[in-house]
């Protein structure tokens, strides 16, 4: 069973940036889809950006695309999400979860990590 532990979260001003990370307990980590979720009050939960197991393969949503980089370094079983550039709508809940099947359906989650982003 995959268990992931997020940190990296905080208070920033807007225009600031922070980097989240996922560490991954379990063998296969490096053959999982990892994605980054967030969830701000009131909202549903949203989709971030998404790396296959390589790395060579990422995808984001508008809204975050030119400014968060997401990475992995299976090494260390951990994902990363850079976020440059953070405006107030950034702020949210951050999840990581795993796609072991690389068919967008996420069957792990993190805890989540807080960022609030002042404008």
């Known amino acids: 069973q995959v268990q992931l532990v997020e940190s990296g979260g905080g208070l920033v001003q807007a225009g600031g940036s922070l980097r989240l990370s996922c560490a991954a307990s379990?063998?296969?980590?490096?053959?999982?889809?990892m994605g980054w979720f967030r969830q701000a009050p009131g909202k549903e939960r949203e989709f971030v950006a998404r790396?296959?197991?390589?790395?060579?393969?990422?995808n984001y949503a508008d809204s975050v695309k030119g400014r968060f980089i997401i990475s992995r370094d299976n090494a260390k079983n951990t994902v990363y999400l850079q976020m440059n550039s953070l405006k107030p709508e950034d702020t949210a809940v951050y999840y990581c979860a795993v796609d072991r099947n690389s068919d967008y359906v996420y069957d792990t989650w993190g805890q989540g990590t807080q960022v609030t982003v002042s404008s």
């Open positions: 790396i296959r197991w390589s790395g060579d393969y990422t």
């Open positions: 379990g063998r296969t980590f490096n053959t999982y889809v």
